[in-house]
């Protein structure tokens, strides 16, 4: 269970982009964070594993309190969370394979690492998550030769080789066409559910998260303004956590979406 308890952060500019959140997220569940730009949904995915540092509170994962560790303890609890990035955060020049093989990094001595000496347990591993995500038959491209879905991919299978008890997901779809978005996020709540695996997904498509999140939690300012089940996300709640807008057009838009029927092999195959 990942438990944020009174987590705020406070800027050098005086800033609060997060004020006091409290929130449990057991094993297997996956959450959708929705607001406004600016209402710290980046900043709070980032303190869980102290890409940014909290000013108040505390995050633990599993009994472990994230926010307590040195320096050595934190390099060793963030193996345990994953991360997927809106830019995809990728070296270009490596390949497909060079790139996913670099999530087992934080398990190896520094020689290994440095020389890329990886088991060969790991390399295997590699290849049932390429073939997971539809990538199996690229494995040698190199990652500047991507699509935007292709690379969003790459980036699911490095933090899957982690072995990760959570998965911190930053605006996984801002980059992609309405097209892949609803691909990557379907192979996102598949993924979770095949591994038990509890995750925060950072995501500014409403419609997109009440297809495919069990839970959505809602930032205003830096707090928690909803949280729960997607078909509560009414116009009354929309407009709580946005601002005045026809959301009406928004809920429409998710029930027609919702009778839609894709076929996924051959969307798989178009990118």
């Excluded at 994953?82 to 060079?98: C, K």
């Excluded at 809602?218 to 928690?224: A, T």
């Amino acid at each position: 269970m990942l438990q944020l308890k009174n987590l705020g952060k406070r800027y050098k500019t005086g800033d609060d982009a997060l004020k006091g959140v409290n929130l449990e997220i057991p094993d297997g569940q996956l959450v959708g964070l929705i607001g406004p730009s600016g209402a710290g949904k980046s900043t709070l995915i980032r303190c869980v594993n102290r890409l940014v540092e909290p000013t108040t509170g505390t995050v633990t994962l599993n009994n472990i309190e994230v926010t307590s560790l040195s320096a050595g303890g934190l390099r060793k609890e963030r193996r345990k969370m994953g991360m997927i990035f809106q830019e995809y955060a990728l070296v270009d020049r490596l390949t497909i394979m060079e790139n996913v093989m670099s999530g087992r990094l934080g398990y190896m001595g520094f020689w290994k690492s440095f020389f890329r000496k990886y088991p060969q347990a790991d390399i295997d591993e590699a290849f049932r998550l390429l073939e997971r995500v539809g990538l199996d038959h690229m494995v040698d491209k190199r990652a500047d030769e991507l699509s935007g879905g292709q690379k969003q991919r790459v980036g699911i299978a490095r933090a899957l080789i982690q072995d990760p008890e959570v998965i911190l997901i930053d605006e996984p779809t801002a980059s992609l066409d309405p097209k892949t978005s609803r691909q990557i996020m379907r192979l996102i709540s598949e993924l979770c559910r095949e591994r038990n695996l509890s995750a925060i997904v950072n995501i500014h498509d409403v419609a997109l998260a009440q297809m495919f999140v069990e839970r959505i939690v809602g930032l205003q300012m830096g707090e928690i303004v909803f949280d729960g089940a997607p078909d509560e996300l009414t116009p009354d709640v929309l407009t709580k956590i946005y601002g005045e807008e026809d959301w009406e057009a928004t809920i429409d838009e998710v029930d027609e979406d919702e009778d839609i029927t894709i076929d996924e092999k051959s969307v798989e195959a178009s990118i």
